[in-house]
Nanobody
Framework: QVQLVESGGGLVQAGGSLRLSCAAS????????MGWYRQAPGKQRELVAA???????NYADSVKGRFTISRDNAKNTVYLQMNSLRPEDTAVYYC?????????WGQGTQVTVSS
C-alpha cells in the first residue's frame, strides 16, 4: 500500500507564490514518475508538471516559466514551486506517483488565487 500526502495549498493573491509538497510512504519498491495535476470546477483534471526519477521534467504550457517541479528521491517527495500565480491557477491540486508499477493519487489540496 502506497500513500501520498500533500501539503502547502492555500489562499494567495495574484502574483504571489505557494509551494506544494507530496510525500509518498508505505511499502514502496520503486517510484518512477511523480507529478502534479489540477482540476478546476467544471473542468477536467489536467497535468501541471511531471518529473521522472532521473530528473527530466515536463510542464503544461500554461505554467512554463512560473512553476518548477522538483523531487527528493531519498525522501520519496515531490515539490511544486508556484510563482506569479494567477486567478486561473485556482484548482484542487493532486499529487500523482507511479509507484510499484501502479498509479497512485493524493487526496488533493486546494489552491485559491484571488485577483
Amino acid at each position: 500500500q502506497v500513500q501520498l500526502v500533500e501539503s502547502g495549498g492555500g489562499l494567495v493573491q495574484a502574483g504571489g507564490s505557494l509551494r506544494l509538497s507530496c510525500a509518498a510512504s508505505g511499502s514502496i519498491f520503486s517510484i518512477n514518475a511523480m507529478g502534479w495535476y489540477r482540476q478546476a470546477p467544471g473542468k477536467q483534471r489536467e497535468l501541471v508538471a511531471a518529473i521522472t526519477s532521473g530528473g527530466s521534467t515536463n510542464y503544461a504550457d500554461s505554467v512554463k516559466g512560473r512553476f518548477t517541479i522538483s523531487r527528493d528521491n531519498a525522501k520519496n517527495t515531490v515539490y511544486l514551486q508556484m510563482n506569479s500565480l494567477r486567478p486561473e491557477d485556482t484548482a484542487v491540486y493532486y499529487c500523482n506517483a507511479q509507484a510499484n508499477w501502479r498509479d497512485h493519487w493524493g487526496q488533493g489540496t486546494q489552491v485559491t488565487v484571488s485577483s
